[in-house]
């Protein structure tokens, strides 16, 4: 049984930073797509970063390029987002998802969620 469990949420203020992580069990594949992507109230989700293992390549929202940086373990059981220099429109709930081997950005070919962290950024 896949199980993907974030941690690192909370609430800061404009221009503070926060370390989401995932901590992974259950799944035994080699290249995969894994990405963190967020959802605000009333909006879809949206990829924020994400991370293809067959090539370490990644990608990025172009709201959080340069703040955000997506990192995973060398083990693979961990999964990390940095994120500096929040912005009030960051705030949303934060998933971490493992996907396929292809598609990395798009989140309707995710296969596993966890059950989100909510990040909270006042101006």
């Known amino acids: 049984q896949v199980q993907l469990v974030e941690s690192g949420g909370g609430s800061v203020q404009a221009g503070g930073s926060l370390r989401l992580s995932c901590v992974r069990s259950?799944?035994?594949?080699?290249?995969?797509?894994v990405g963190w992507f967020r959802q605000a109230p009333g909006k879809q989700r949206e990829a924020v970063a994400t991370l293809f293992t067959g090539n370490n390549s990644t990608y990025y929202d172009e709201s959080v390029k340069g703040r955000f940086a997506i990192s995973q373990d060398n083990a693979g059981n961990t999964l990390s987002l940095q994120m500096n220099s929040l912005k009030p429109e960051d705030t949303a709930m934060y998933y971490c998802?493992?996907?396929?081997?292809?598609?990395?950005?798009?989140?309707?070919?995710?296969?596993?969620w966890g059950q989100g962290t909510q990040v909270t950024v006042s101006s």
């Open positions: 259950g799944y035994n594949q080699r290249t995969y797509c």
């Open positions: 998802g493992i996907g396929r081997q292809y598609g990395c950005s798009n989140p309707t070919l995710y296969l596993y």
